[in-house]
Structures are given as C-alpha cells and as structure tokens.
C-alpha cells in the first residue's frame, strides 16, 4: 500500500529564512509520481510540482526547489528567502499505478514577517 | 491550463436533505474523477474514485449509500450527500485525472455545512 509522511505538523519561521518540508514515501511500484501541493487559507489546492519516479533530478523553479532521493524515499521541498506570502499548508502526495492520488497529513508553514 | 470546476463553492442545509455537489472538466476529458473530504485541519481523504459510465469504487470506511457519485460524461462527475447529518460537513473536492501518466486537476472545492 502506497503511503506519505510528512513529519511537521506545523513550521514557524521569520521571513527571508530558508525552510526545508520534509516528505517521505511508501509504494510497491516502481512507476509512480510524486506531487507538491499548496493549500492556502482560501483551501483551493495550487499545484507545484509533480516528478517521475525515474527522473531523480534536483528541480529549481524560483524560491523553490526540490530534493527527490529514491535510495530515502524522500521528496523534500525547500522555499528560499521565504515570504509571508508563503504561509499555508503544503502537500506532498504519491499516484501510482491505480492513478489514485494519496497526500501526506500536510505541514504548516507559517512566515512571520 | 486544465481547469476543473466545483458547484456550489458553499452550501448550507438541514440535518436529513440531500445535496449534489457537481464537478466539471471545462476544457479537457478526464479519463477518471476522484472525490476527496477534507475536514478543518486535517488532510485530503479519498472518499472514491469514478470512471465514466461504470460504478464507482468507494474506499475502505466511506458509505457508498451515503455518498452516491455518478459521473455521467467525461466531463462531469457528482456527489450527492444523501440524508445529510451535521458530522457530513465538511470540505470536499474533486479531482480530474488525465491518466497516469497525466495530470491531475483539482477543482476549488466546496464547504458544506449541515444544521
């Protein structure tokens, strides 16, 4: 069975600070997908990424990036310089082969300017 | 981009009325639709998943009775609450899937709240 953890239930920092979201996986599959979600008060979800599990590279995409390491199971999220505006809750979840889409239990983030 | 679209966004009934939540694709087909809930704080949970033109399947706990889905085009899929109860409210959303390979697209979700 297929399975996501996200260890922080909730994460406090002060602005400009980089914070890392930890995710770890579970799947039998060896074809699977893994996603980041942003959830913010409004509670319309805001895709963010979504990777392959035979593409292990590093992606960059402004103050984001994401760590994907196969050999930990582990998908993390990094914010750069974070920003008020990067309060919300953050999902990581994983589809495989039933296409179903299983999330982690999400971790707050919460920027103090 | 692929929009996914949920009406109504909010709704309030009494305890034992039902309410159909419909979810659409507005510029695609979805090969599937997945129904979550979510209730304040927590996570997205699978409710089901549907296929268009066949039954849907229901995960493990979530009562089929209660919650009919009936997804009759590719494009739409609804969520009937039946009899609904105050412990029913709660946030739930859909997804669309463009296959396994695809994407998946959520719509914006809708709050129920049962008096």
């Known amino acids: 069975a297929q399975k996501v953890t996200q260890a922080q239930t909730e994460i406090s920092v002060v602005e400009k600070e980089d914070v890392t979201l930890d995710c770890v996986y579970e799947t039998r599959d060896t074809t699977y997908y893994l996603f980041w979600y942003k959830q913010p008060p409004s509670g319309e979800l805001v895709f963010l990424i979504r990777r392959n599990s035979f593409d292990e590279q590093n992606e960059i995409s402004g103050r984001y990036s994401w760590n994907f390491q196969k050999s930990t199971s582990s998908f993390n999220f990094t914010i750069t310089a974070s920003q008020v505006v990067d309060s919300a809750v953050y999902f990581c979840a994983l589809s495989d082969n039933t296409d179903k889409l299983i999330f982690g239990t999400g971790t707050r983030l919460q920027v103090f300017p | 981009g692929a929009v996914v679209s949920q009406h109504p966004s909010r709704v309030i009934c009494k305890s034992g009325t039902s309410v159909k939540i419909e979810c659409r694709s507005l510029?695609?087909?979805?090969?599937?639709m997945f129904w979550y809930r979510q209730f304040p704080k927590k996570s997205l949970m699978l409710m089901a998943t549907?296929?268009?033109?066949?039954?849907?399947?229901?995960e493990q706990g979530v009562e089929k009775d209660k919650f009919l889905i009936n997804h009759a085009s590719l494009t739409l899929s609804t969520l009937t609450v039946t009899s609904a109860h105050p412990e029913d409210s709660s946030f739930y959303i859909c997804s669309a899937s463009t296959g396994l390979a695809g994407g998946k697209y959520f719509g914006p979700g809708t709050r129920l709240l049962v008096l």
């Open positions: 510029d695609f087909q979805a090969t599937t």
């Open positions: 549907s296929n268009e033109g066949s039954k849907a399947t229901y």
